[in-house]
């Protein structure tokens, strides 16, 4: 049986359209469910919104909307947007769906029953734009002297009875579970952590009673649950919590929670604190990727700086747009965006170098062997070659990605590319056509063969792509996973089959830089 692997994006609030960050994670988490996927893992992916709380009501009233009615349109927009990605989730969740209302009440009633509930009266600061509560110590000074939140934001003075949760109590089992190796990765972001931690736990504030868009408490209708603790909870949901079943069994606990760096404090302090209490296992790993910038400054809808994905699609396609997002961004750092820089990477890596030589050579193939395949044995450069491919494919770019290091992963990658054209220059396959035909066919056949793999290999990133050259190989769809790589009888099968190459269309044609509007 194939080993379980789960894995979560974030939920997205839907109090707007979804803009670059939504759609960088949610493709870093596509490439990683197909990766894993093509390394024979049984796959569970899982993505949403996020659609109760203060933020939503008030978004909501502003827009004259009820909170359902603003959820549903742009929860729709949030949909469409992944599946024009491509992003291959097995679910898309939504808070308000009827199973995450109970799946909620029953954690909550899991950490009552552990009497880590109790009522009592809350005075603080709350950030709506954050959904957080903030320590008087942890605010900043705003321009005009306003306190603000440490991610900048407003903060207001709340006041009112609520339940808290006994956050104080799970110091000890927090702090070994932070230090614990792999848990929070990238390790920078885990001093903060425990340095939060260290500083002293405050009991949570977990429930509202001052507007009503939320689950609402068993056995105290009056009162809300504070969004995170329904929010956090979506993940268990989804695999099927309360009930003991086999996907709970199979998928729980998650392999892998990815976040952005903004909240990896709901997710490695109190999420875990909520499970512990309800006796639920603690994910294994939480990763909190960097923001993505535009030209330097924060994408976000209150900055007014979105750059909307689907026009990127529209302008790049959506190949293009994983891809620079993968190669460019060192995964858990921030990384920038801008037109030029997406046009020239995929320019200059996918049109002019994996795009051309898969091109180059299959024309070649079918020009000059009537597109037919030979065995032929290869001599020593052309083992050297193929050795290169192989492991960049079936190593280097497996390991890392498996790190979540898809940068360096497809570094690897594009070196053998690299190599391969290297190679083309080197032989000159179009000279051998008169001086020596059997040694251009064992050139060609050697670039036949270095294509597939890279083919492969590349496939989480430009899913499309990578399948377009994959058919015009003949490289049929159950036999593109990386097991298969090592499959040294695939070439002779195909022979053996009298598969024909056909003209080939470039797969990865080069992107023109749009036209720049006037300021
Ligand atoms: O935080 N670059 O929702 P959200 C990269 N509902 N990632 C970004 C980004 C940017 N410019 N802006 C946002 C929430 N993100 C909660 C999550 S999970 C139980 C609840 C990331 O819509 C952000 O870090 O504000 C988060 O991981 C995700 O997008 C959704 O952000």
Redesign the pocket.
Known sequence: MSEPFYIT?????PNGKP????A??TIAADVIARFQRLMGRDVRFQTGT?EHGLKMAQKARDLGKTPRELADEMAGEFKDLFDRLDITYDRFIRTTDADHHQASRAIWEAMEAKGDLYLDRYEGWYSVRD?AYYDEKELVEGEGGEKLSPQGTPVEWTEEETWFFRLSKYAEPLLELLKKPGFLEPASRRNEMIAFVEGGLKDLSVSRTSFDWGVKVPGHDDHVMYV?VD??T??ITGVGYPDDSEMFRKYWPASLHL?????VR??TIYWPAFLMSADIPVPQQVFG?????NRGV???KSAGNVTDPNELIDLFGVDSLRYFLLAEVVFGKDGTYSAEALVNKVNAELANSFGNLAQRTLSMIHKNMDGKLEAFEPNESDKALLTTVRDACAATLPREFEALNFSVGIESWLKAVFACNAYVDEQAPWALKKSDPERMKAVLQTLFLAIRDLAIAIQPVVPTKAGVVLDQLGVTAERRTYTDLSDENWFGALVAAGHVIEKPTPAFPRLEMPEVEAA
């Open positions: 994006t974030a939920i997205h609030y803009h670059i960050g939504h960088y994670e996020d959904e995170w929010a956090l979506n993940y976040i952005g760096k903004d909240i709901f997710h990727h960097g923001f993505l910038l924060k994408e976000s």
